[in-house]
């Protein structure tokens, strides 16, 4: 089985960073895609970032230019570094974990952007 692990998430005031980590566990496979997505109070969840093992990423267009995802392949981590934070940002941010077809959950931190 697969286990995930998210950490960092937090209240910031409009423009300030955070920095989410995920740590995954059990039997993870070489060849992977990591990736965050969030689910906002009354809307569907939707992808954010993602990074394969090779380290290819995928960023939604209201991230680019703002966000960072990254991974550590020795430590099954994976990283998101979210700058110039907006009230819009404002969600449950759950990692993934997907390899050899199946998905892989976190159960979610919470982000919020308020001054």
């Known amino acids: 089985q697969v286990q995930l692990v998210e950490s960092g998430g937090g209240l910031v005031q409009p423009g300030g960073s955070l920095r989410l980590s995920c740590a995954a566990s059990g039997t993870i496979f070489r060849i992977n895609t990591m990736g965050w997505y969030r689910q906002a109070p009354g809307r569907q969840r939707e992808l954010v970032a993602a990074?394969?093992?090779?380290?290819?990423?995928n960023y939604a267009n209201s991230v680019k230019g703002r966000f960072t995802i990254s991974r550590d392949n020795a430590k099954n981590t994976v990283y998101l570094q979210m700058n110039s934070l907006k009230p819009e940002d404002t969600a449950v941010y759950y990692c993934?974990?997907?390899?050899?077809?199946?998905?892989?959950w976190g159960p979610g931190t919470q982000v919020t952007v308020s001054s």
């Open positions: 990074i394969t093992s090779g380290g290819s990423t």
């Open positions: 993934q974990l997907l390899q050899n077809g199946v998905n892989y």
